[in-house]
């Protein structure tokens, strides 16, 4: 399932607390003044249709609720990214951070750490 990085706001929003409403929705948007009602609606019937949240009526609105769990959600959309860009491997990936974009110490002890874990599992 293809979630739109619009659709993914709307998601990460249900993802932090439901059920909400659509007016619930809007407000706890970033920026929640600059979408406009319509639009956050239409977003939610998208997803609606897509399966990847539910809808109950409660009385005379809808409150949402999401059907796809975020981590589900993460690893696929790190599995494409990585196969769109990277031919499926992680490596270059991790080569591509260290050479634009400078990697704290943290996230090259994370690395190591990471590292370590797997070589363990893989004995």
């Known amino acids: 399932m293809r979630i739109s990085e619009a659709e993914a706001v709307v998601m990460q929003v249900l993802w932090g607390d439901h059920p909400l409403s659509a007016d619930e929705v809007m407000a706890r948007l970033p920026g929640g003044n600059d979408w406009a009602e319509a639009t956050v609606k239409t977003l939610l019937n998208r997803l609606l249709n897509k399966g990847a949240i539910a809808a109950e009526k409660e009385g005379r609105r809808y409150l949402y609720s999401p059907l796809v769990q975020r981590d589900a959600w993460v690893q696929e959309e790190s599995r494409?990214?990585?196969?769109r860009l990277f031919d499926g491997r992680v490596a270059p990936l991790v080569a591509h951070f260290s050479q634009?974009?400078?990697?704290?110490t943290e996230d090259v002890a994370e690395l190591r750490r990471l590292?370590?874990?797997?070589d363990d599992e893989q004995r």
Do not use: G
């Open 80 to 83: 494409s990214l990585i196969d």
């Open 115 to 118: 590292l370590e874990e797997l």
């Open 100 to 104: 634009h974009r400078k990697l704290s």
